[in-house]
């Protein structure tokens, strides 16, 4: 049975793009190279992409060429580009208010925190607002710190939690290492992956008690009552859309309890529909302490995100000031954008909708692409949340590029992108993985057209396997 989202989409008709301007194209891409400063690039190699406009689940450049976008923007447009309810919201927000001063109570932000605080599991009923996701993640462990009088912070190697200060030391990945002082109170353990497991398990049950007793023991050696928080994300992103085991955790937040630690879920990219569920805690019936959001809260409309706080930490700061604020917390036009995203995705069925899309549509369809592609060693996910792991040798798990590759030693990776492009689909891409993140409002035939554009950039991907093409299993969910 199609959910609500299919039954109700349109159909699939995609918006055409302007007249064709190549020539405001290169003036918008001269003054952007002359002027904008890029994050996470080498300036001198920058090459932006200058877009003329997005509606729905793609866009366009000023030569035309129109792109589905598989990327969500950075994973944050849940309900597309342009939806007219939201940006009607906006409008409406700035002919009544367009800013306001956050010590004050106003609508917008009163009822965005409302429904925000409707849809978090347990007792997370007090929301901090901040600017996006790393000055969540920031005010999280602040909160943490002060509720325990405890310096540490324990974080997965595999994650990426921001870029600010405290938010790039306590990611994982490579991003780390250039601001890593190692002064920062953070220690990293092994979370759960199986396909590529730390602890030599061949079962998720396996995965999952090894990962706990890596975790309890780096506990031991820190010492618990230096120990703050642990911090996870509850599906990781950036890092590989690792679905944890099931018990994990569950797990996780027993230790925690045994020692006094918060417990810090980083639901800033998985939030909001991502999953197919509100929040992915929702799939484990777990309730961390703090839980920090951003992107899908609002679709990226204006930049929005937030801490939501358990009962038992918020009562730390009834009657003891909590050091720390935003100019712009919960700034009137982000949250009217979170209201009218959260009443939309309600609408519209959009978190069923992404629901039905993982299970009938995307998992099935790429399953079926890695029995054809020798390219891809896994394939996980759930709702509008999937990765293929890529890999030059599927017996060996060897992956397609080296861990954090740049310049040739990323070639396959570039070629599988670039072909991507080619055909008409803008992918996510980092080291050897491809993410499947379109927004969770898209229709089948757009999700079928990108999977179609998928299997043209794959083959370009097993030109760099071992075996230069053929077939064989690998995929699991």
């Known amino acids: 049975m199609p959910s609500p989202a299919t039954a109700s ?59 589905l976008d598989f990327a969500s923007g950075l994973v944050f447009t849940n309900i597309g580009y342009q939806h007219p309810k939201v940006v ?43 600017n996006g996701g790393a000055d969540a993640v920031e005010h999280a462990i ?44 953070v220690v990293h353990f092994n979370a759960p992956h199986l396909y590529r497991s730390p602890f030599y398990a061949e079962t998720e049950e396996q995965e999952c008690e090894r990962a706990l007793a890596h975790l309890e023991q780096t506990i031991a050696y820190e010492g618990p009552q230096t120990l703050a928080a642990v911090i996870l994300e509850t599906i990781p992103g950036t890092a590989g859309i690792m679905l944890p085991p099931p018990g994990y ?50 679709s990226g409309y204006v930049p929005l995100g937030g801490v939501a706080i358990s009962a038992k930490i918020a009562e730390t700061f009834d009657q003891r000031p909590y050091p720390g604020g935003l100019t712009y917390s919960g700034h009137p036009l982000a949250c009217a954008a979170a209201v009218a995203t ?30 054809r592609h020798p390219s891809i060693g896994e394939v996980r996910g759930t709702g509008a949340f999937w990765a293929l792991d890529l890999v030059r040798d599927r017996a060996t798990r060897e992956p397609l590029v080296p861990y954090g590759a740049t310049g040739p030693a990323n070639a396959p990776m570039a070629d599988f992108a670039a072909t991507a492009k080619r055909a008409g689909l803008w992918p996510f891409v980092n080291m050897n993985r491809t993410h499947v993140v379109p927004p ?30 053929g077939a064989g299993g690998g995929a699991s969910a």
């Not at 009822?111 to 901040?130: M, N, S």
């Not at 027993?254 to 980083?266: A, H, T």
């Not at 959260?342 to 029995?371: F, K, N, S, Y």
């Open 440 to 469: 969770c409002n898209i229709t089948e035939a757009e999700l079928k057209e990108g999977l179609s554009a998928l299997d043209q950039a794959l083959t370009a991907a097993d030109a760099h396997t071992v075996t230069g093409g």
């Open 9 to 67: 989409a349109p159909a699939a008709s995609a918006p055409a793009p302007a007249a064709p301007d190549p020539g405001a194209g290169r003036a918008v891409h001269a003054t952007d190279r002359a002027h904008v400063f890029h994050s996470w690039s080498a300036q001198g190699q920058m090459d932006p992409l200058a877009v003329a406009g997005a509606e729905g689940s793609y866009f366009w450049d000023y030569e035309g060429k129109r792109y």
């Open 142 to 185: 602040r909160m943490a710190r002060l509720h325990t009088g405890r310096p540490k912070v324990l974080s997965a190697y595999r994650s990426y939690h921001g870029g600010t200060q405290q938010a790039i030391n306590i990611t994982g990945d490579p991003r780390r290492w250039a601001s890593d002082t190692g002064t920062a109170g």
């Open 249 to 298: 955790l569950a797990g996780v937040r027993e230790i925690c309890d045994r020692y006094g630690i918060v417990f810090v879920l980083d639901e800033v990219m998985a939030g909001f529909g991502r999953t197919g569920t509100w929040f992915a805690a929702d799939l484990y019936d777990v309730v961390p302490d703090l839980l920090t959001f951003a992107k899908g809260v609002n």
């Open 342 to 371: 959260l009443e939309t995705m309600a609408e519209e069925g959009i978190v069923e909708h992404a629901a039905h899309l993982g299970e009938a549509v995307i998992g099935p369809a790429l399953r079926e692409l890695a029995e």
């Open 88 to 130: 009607a919201a906006i409008q409406e927000q700035a002919a009544k208010m367009c800013t306001f001063a956050p010590a004050f109570a106003i609508e917008a932000r009163s009822e965005a925190a409302r429904l925000i605080a409707e849809r978090t599991p347990g007792d997370l009923d007090k929301i901090f607002f901040t």
